[in-house]
Nanobody
Framework: VQLVESGGASVQAGGSLKLSCAAP????????MAWYRQAPGKERELVSTISDGTTTYAVSVKGRFTISQDNAKNTLYLQMNSLKTEDTAVYYC?????????WGQGTQVTVS
């Protein structure tokens, strides 16, 4: 396992969570980073990306989620605010780019 997520939990609707993803420096320094999620019975969905400071968000999370990275700590974050029940999913950290196809094991977020 190259990427390690943490921070998943059960939370009430309207609450907040911050996910973290630790990555080796050789991945973090040269790859774009992303968060995906997969809800039960649904396909994996791209949530957000960050590359060279440029961020993108799925329409469903824009304005509520914020992706960021700490290069000194080789850590990717996803701040999730105003959580909704439909945000319930396993959240995965991933890297992308040339020779950058790495995934974490996922962390469960449950919103009730």
């Amino acid at each position: 396992v190259q990427l390690v997520e943490s921070g998943g939990a059960s939370v009430q609707a309207g609450g907040s969570l911050k996910l973290s993803c630790a990555a080796p420096g050789y991945i973090f320094s040269r790859c774009g980073m992303a968060w995906y999620r997969q809800a039960p019975g649904k396909e994996r969905e791209l949530v957000s990306t960050i590359s060279d400071g440029t961020t993108t968000y799925a329409v469903s999370v824009k304005g509520r989620f914020t992706i960021s990275q700490d290069n000194a700590k080789n850590t990717l974050y996803l701040q999730m605010n105003s959580l909704k029940t439909e945000d319930t999913a396993v959240y995965y950290c991933a890297s992308y780019g040339i020779r950058c196809n790495y995934w974490g094991q996922g962390t469960q977020v449950t919103v009730s």
